[in-house]
């Protein structure tokens, strides 16, 4: 059996001491524990992304392993879309699980914040059309600290990551749920007609390395949450990455940092955008810019480190990792 836990830094693990103390590997030991039997465990979370991520990423890998069972981690990093894209984003994820296995197996996991925002109500409104589970995490731990069994500060170290204790605590929320819940007996309706008009046809990633360069750029490594990325990187005012690309869609994920740069960008020589990628926390990558209304047909996108930069940032270090697109 695959079993595959896709979203974002909760599910990567982070504010844990270490990946055997976060909620997906205590999960997946409970599992394990549980089941008796072969289980293939794959963790896909990666910091800093929502459901648009994810729908264009799974492909990757569920051509390897067909899933049989998928928790879905989200409600976080969804929070930050307006709501109809949530409601764009998190069915087509959804849907594009059903294409690789009309009978798999999915768990909707709606993880809490310190301002209790996560975006639970929005998916749960897509989970209940595809008769999805749901394990509302959000709702049980502000009803533990509204009990006054713990407070936000013990179980986080922020606003939107747990602690071991949080870890832990989301953990034994969803363990009590999934004693109910029988693998066998989980029936989603992968034949139910979308509620959204927008669907991704062919979704997927084009990788730095089909672009093309001008200037002085080179391929680097990063070192995130002890988990390496590598992304196409200068810092030298002028230089240029021109791509060309299919379909409706255009996403850029690149490196957020204290150091980072701007990119100014030209879409079919006509629209014009900059990118800022400063931010004051620790680096990650992250997707840029949701251009979901683009004519269809063939595209071209240029970006040019600009001569500018964020006042606070203290430098003009620009690294892309790739693109998501929709081929059509």
Same mark, same amino acid.
């Given at each position: 059996m695959n079993i595959y836990f896709v979203g974002g830094s909760i599910t990567e693990g982070a504010g844990a001491s270490k990946y055997e103390n976060s909620y997906a590997?205590?999960?997946? &030991?409970y599992l394990k524990d549980e089941y008796k039997e072969n289980l293939n465990i794959i963790n896909l979370g990666a910091g800093g992304t929502g459901s648009n991520f994810g729908v264009f990423r799974i492909?990757? $890998?569920?051509?390897? &392993?067909? %899933? /049989?069972?998928?928790?879905?981690?989200f409600?976080? !990093?969804d929070r930050i879309? %307006?709501?109809? /894209?949530i409601n764009i984003y998190y069915e087509n994820l959804i849907i594009e699980i059903f294409k690789w296995n009309k009978e798999v197996k999915i768990v909707s996991l709606e993880m809490p914040t310190g301002m209790s925002d996560s975006c639970s109500t929005a998916h749960k409104k897509i989970a209940y059309h595809y008769n999805i589970p749901v394990i509302d995490v959000q709702d049980s731990v502000w009803k533990e600290i509204g009990s006054d069994k713990y407070?936000? !500060? /013990?179980?986080s170290i922020d606003n939107l990551h747990p602690n071991d204790m949080?870890?832990?605590? $989301?953990?034994?929320?969803?363990i009590e749920v999934l004693k109910n819940l029988n693998f066998g007996e989980i029936e989603c309706w992968g034949d139910k007609k979308p509620t959204t008009n927008y669907i991704l046809r062919n979704p997927g990633i084009k990788s730095y390395e089909e672009c093309t360069f001008y200037g002085n750029w080179i391929e680097k490594e990063v070192n995130l949450n002890n988990k390496f990325s590598v992304g196409a990187m200068t810092e030298n005012i002028g230089d240029c990455i021109e791509i060309n690309f299919k379909g409706r869609y255009l996403s850029v994920m690149a490196l957020l940092s204290k150091a980072s740069g701007i990119l100014e960008c030209i879409l079919d020589d006509k629209f014009t955008f900059k990118l800022d990628l400063y931010m !004051? !926390?620790?680096? $990650?990558f992250s997707t840029l810019i949701n251009l979901k209304d683009i004519e269809d047909g063939n595209h071209n996108l240029l970006m040019k480190l600009s001569e500018n930069r964020n006042p606070e940032s203290s430098g003009n270090k620009i690294i892309i990792g790739g693109f998501l697109v929709e081929e059509g």
């Open positions: 590997a205590l999960v997946s &030991k492909s990757q $890998y569920f051509k390897e &392993k067909r %899933p /049989d069972v998928v928790f879905l981690e409600a976080v !990093n879309f %307006p709501l109809e /894209d407070t936000w !500060n /013990d179980i949080g870890h832990k605590t $989301y953990c034994q929320i969803i !004051n !926390n620790e680096e $990650y």
